[in-house]
């Protein structure tokens, strides 16, 4: 691909990584789906949730009530294009009411399919919590779940 070609690809996968920000921040969750492909992975520090069946009961479930405002950020996005697939990797914060929350980084596997990119595969690592947080406790459930 051409430097022409790919600057276009690169923008529209900053666009859909926002959109996933923008979409759970405010509990879209039908559209933040929409950005994922019927079966793609998406795993969280290790635990893997299949499809959008999986993915919605990670979001819906383990997640539990969201605080009344959060805000991701992302930043040092390093997408690399191949044809109608990439890599795209970033560092992300979450901010709520109580200030920063908890930061890690995104690794994502991407398709173009009728000119639209999805989520294939999306690697959430955190990388470090505020104890007592909204993902402390977010982890907390998760473990404890059957």
């Known amino acids: 691909m051409t430097d022409g070609e ?16 923008l979409y759970g921040d405010s509990g ?5 789906l929409e950005l994922f492909l019927d079966d ?7 635990t893997t949730y299949q499809g959008r069946r999986g993915i919605r009961e990670l ?7 969201a605080p009344q405002r959060v805000r991701h950020f ?3 996005h390093v997408i690399d294009v191949a044809g109608d ?11 709520t009411e109580q ?15 009728d000119g639209h990119w999805r989520f294939v595969r999306r690697d959430v690592r955190v990388d470090g919590m505020i104890a007592d947080g909204w ?12």
Do not use: K
Request: one cysteine or more; glycine letters at 4%; charged letters at 30%.
């Open 74 to 76: 992302t930043s040092t």
């Open 99 to 113: 200030g920063l929350d908890h930061w890690g980084r995104y690794r994502d596997e991407l398709r173009r399919v």
């Open 28 to 32: 879209r969750i039908d559209e933040m």
């Open 6 to 21: 790919t600057v276009p690809a690169r923008e529209a996968i900053r666009d859909l990584i926002a959109r996933y920000n």
């Open 59 to 65: 979001l819906e479930t383990s997640v539990g009530p």
């Open 85 to 95: 697939t990439a890599t795209a990797r970033c560092y992300f914060q979450v901010l």
């Open 40 to 46: 793609a992975v998406m795993a969280v520090d290790r």
């Open 135 to 146: 993902a402390a406790q977010a982890t907390a459930r998760r473990h404890e779940a059957p």
